[in-house]
């Protein structure tokens, strides 16, 4: 009994910390996202939501964030999956391999901006391929094309990351079983289909909550590329929220977090539920 005590008086200072920077506020952002942010603070319900719902920008910031999620992270869980794959086996340079992946993951964001916007610039390599490939120039750094240059950093940013964490899990799958799927006939599509992903269902699932998670955190890149005001096609959600701060429209703002924070969530209870399923037939 006197060591649980103990156990608890060395975790009150961090559950302090939690209470009073994370979860107060937390509880307070909801009911501050229910009122009209008068001197008075008067409750009005979702007024305030059904008005952020029916902004134009809220939902252009919404479905472009969406959508480059939906696009990313699967992009990410494919290609880390694939290259965890072929750095199973041991193979000469695996090591640097794998610590190049890393690399940019570990990289300081204005280093890695100041990398893409030389590849990306009028004048820069990229263009100097497209020209040579017999194509005009692109001005990849403005309107709808800087779409690409951001997809693009997203994926080198967080594949290495994504790959390291599946190679740990695939050298844990008994190398036994594909031996036997090989004697059977079964090819590669099937022996990692029903062999490589149900061993490691647990950690597929993580790689694609992280590509997710990641995904919806490309407000920095985007904002330092384009701007507060960027081209509609990447004006995403964080710009709106970040846009209402300045102006001092903390309603706003609330009311757009929670509202974003309610479809993460949903989100990971479909990927949960789809996994949960996916663990049943493999059992």
């Given amino acids: 009994m006197f060591r649980k ?6 975790l009150l200072p961090g559950l ?12 307070w952002g909801v009911w501050f996202s229910l009122t009209d942010g008068t001197i008075d603070n008067r409750f009005v319900g979702f007024d305030n939501y059904l008005r952020v719902w029916q902004n134009e920008v809220f939902q252009l910031g919404l479905k472009n964030t969406i959508e480059l999620s939906l696009l990313c992270a699967p992009v990410i869980f494919v ?16 090591t640097f391999y794998r610590n190049a992946l ?3 993951y570990l990289m300081p964001s204005a280093a890695m901006l100041i990398i893409w916007l030389i590849l990306f610039d009028y ?23 800087l779409r690409v240059p951001i997809v693009l950093l997203y994926i080198w940013k967080n594949l290495g990351f994504s790959v390291v964490i599946f190679t740990a899990a695939l050298q844990a799958v008994p190398e036994s079983l594909y031996e036997y799927a090989s004697l059977e006939g079964a090819g590669w599509f099937r022996r990692e289909w029903s062999i490589t992903l149900p061993q490691i269902l647990p950690t597929a699932f993580l790689v694609f909550v992280l590509a997710v998670v990641n995904a ?5 890149e985007v904002y330092f590329i384009g701007g507060a005001y960027p081209a509609e096609s990447i004006y995403t959600l964080q710009h709106y929220m970040n846009n209402k701060f300045a102006k001092l429209d903390y309603q706003d703002v609330t009311t757009a977090a929670y509202s974003f924070a309610v479809i993460v969530i949903a989100l990971f209870l479909l990927l949960y539920r789809t996994k949960s399923v996916r663990q049943g037939e493999a059992a």
């Fill in 102 to 104: 890393l690399m940019p």
């Fill in 5 to 10: 005590k103990s156990v608890w008086l060395y």
């Fill in 79 to 94: 290609l880390s999956f694939l290259l965890a794959g072929m750095l199973r086996k041991p193979i000469a340079g695996s």
């Fill in 123 to 145: 004048g820069g390599p990229i263009n100097r391929l497209v020209v040579a490939l017999g194509f005009d120039r692109v001005f990849w750094l403005e309107g709808a094309a």
């Fill in 16 to 27: 302090l910390g939690l209470l009073a920077f994370y979860l107060v506020p937390f509880v």
């Fill in 216 to 220: 919806f955190k490309i407000f920095k």
